[in-house]
């Protein structure tokens, strides 16, 4: 770019260019400082399980990656078991979302779709369930389980939050935007209405069905207080069940927790930075819509 | 592809005609009934049925494993309870300091990643949506270690300025500020991205228009940007309120309440009474108050943030 000679015949443009690219670094610089504050956490994280305990609260703090992972690990599956917990909760935000995907989606489709009678109730009382607390339940549930002898078992978490206010809201809004002729050409081509629902309107849901699937997987993988409740033998915990229980304890081994949240927390992230255009816009298309 | 055999195919016979065309008719009829049942039974079970049950166990005292009806004891006992106030006190300060906090730094990230001035949009606006991927428990872990009084890089990292240890998660005010931060450090960024999307709906003419009034950068925020925002900050600020009136993993984790009650919210007061103390009827009681309060403040938010419409 040319050198302008002085200030005062600098043209218009070149002024608000040069003022737009010092705008540009300002607040550039700015949010990067905001992100690195916020992402510290996740880098010492990965760094602190790497360490022991006593390295960890040492002075100073650990700042790079040491060589304690391995004991860590194997520290985790002594006192909690923890392959047994990661597979727990693999198994159950798998199952969870499969099952809880369909209902959620069946649901959705049903009230975005059709005119039926009790539907405008039907899912009133639906949305109700997403403004009314879930403590509300947690005592009877419990009671409800414990009678069924269904404490410490993988349905007593998945079962209750299968049919998930909030994903069949998700679901209602994405499908709403179906062209009705769509469905209306595949009656005419002979499709029964379930075969209807798996040919003609799951293929193009998939960038929702993929978000509803995440957000999904995340609530039960993250979920905390319903499984803490139901599951009360060690062996059948979750991941968070058992960090939280592992630093209840006496001498809690920090080295051991910290790496057991890393696992909890890393693959998670991994997963949403690799789908999270889908996560993002699939959640914001039923968000932001009045 | 199904257009073209659309058009090869006569029209569907009028109804009533034929057996076939009826069935199918019926089916149509009946189809959403199916797709429905599966989540109506399992809402039905697992959520209408115990909310109702939940009201019936509030008119219960259990003592001992014995219930005895009490009618609406459980809630005269909660008005006379001074720790069900430091709970109800310690939530509202939340939702008093905290989510306006909150939504007001989302509010400025949202415009910031929204500008054209910003580079490198994309790794910002993940990089600021990512702690809301990190399960509660996992950063409760994370920032119990990292405020922990003695020991913690929070601590160190000022000793190196000269700030001598601050008794994070050990002192009542401190733990109210550290809870503060950890929660807008999780929420932030997901109400940002709310935000945002909601921005990138609001025409650019507007800000043209805008300009060439006169209005600075201020005044176009304040006149196009914020009533333009208005239907996302109202979603936020529902979203917040229910969540923070339900607010239980971080103050359970992080210092279980403490210390001296200072972090004791009304949903770590509720989990006590359930599960510590097994006094379920009180429990329940405290769960019916919440929820009451939820609708009643949601309704009020609708009425004043909300459009007319």
Known sequence: MKQPSSGAVLPLRARARRRSAGNSILLTSGLAIALAAVLIPFYWLVIASTHSSAEIFGSPPPLVPGDHLGENLSSLQETASFGQVVLNSLLIAVIYTVCAGLVCTLAGYAFAKYRFKGSNWMFGLLMLGLVIPSQVTLVPLFKMMAEWEWLNTYQAVIMPNLALPFGIFLMRQSMAALPDELLDSGRMDGCGEFRLFLRVVLPPMKPSLAALAIFLFLFQWNDFIWPLIVLRDNASFTIPVALSALQGVNDTDYGAILTGTAIAAIPMALVFLALQRHFVSGLLAGAVKE | MTTTVTKTRPAPAPQGKGPRPRSRLTARRLAPYAFVFPAALLFAVFKLYPIGWSFVLSLFKSVDGVDTYVGFDNYGRLFRDPLFWTALKNTGTILLIQVPVMLA?????????????????????????????????????????????????????????????????????????????????????????????RLQTIPGELYDAASVDGAGAWKSFRHVTLPGLRPAILLTTVLSTIGTLQIFDEPFILTGGGPDNATLTIGVYLYQNAFTYFDFGYASAIAYVLAVLIGVLGLIQFRVLGDKS
């Open chain 2, 105 to 197: 730094l989302s509010t400025g990230l949202a415009v910031a990643l929204n500008s054209a001035f910003l580079r490198a949009r994309a790794i910002f606006r993940l990089g600021f949506f990512l702690p809301m991927v990190t399960g509660l428990v996992a950063y409760g872990v994370i920032f119990s270690v990292l405020l922990n009084q003695q020991y913690g890089l929070v601590n160190w990292l000022l000793s190196n300025v000269g700030i001598g240890e601050v008794p994070w998660l050990t002192d009542p005010l401190w733990a109210q500020i550290s809870l503060g931060l950890v929660l807008t450090w999780h929420y932030t960024g997901y109400n940002a991205v709310i935000l945002l999307a």
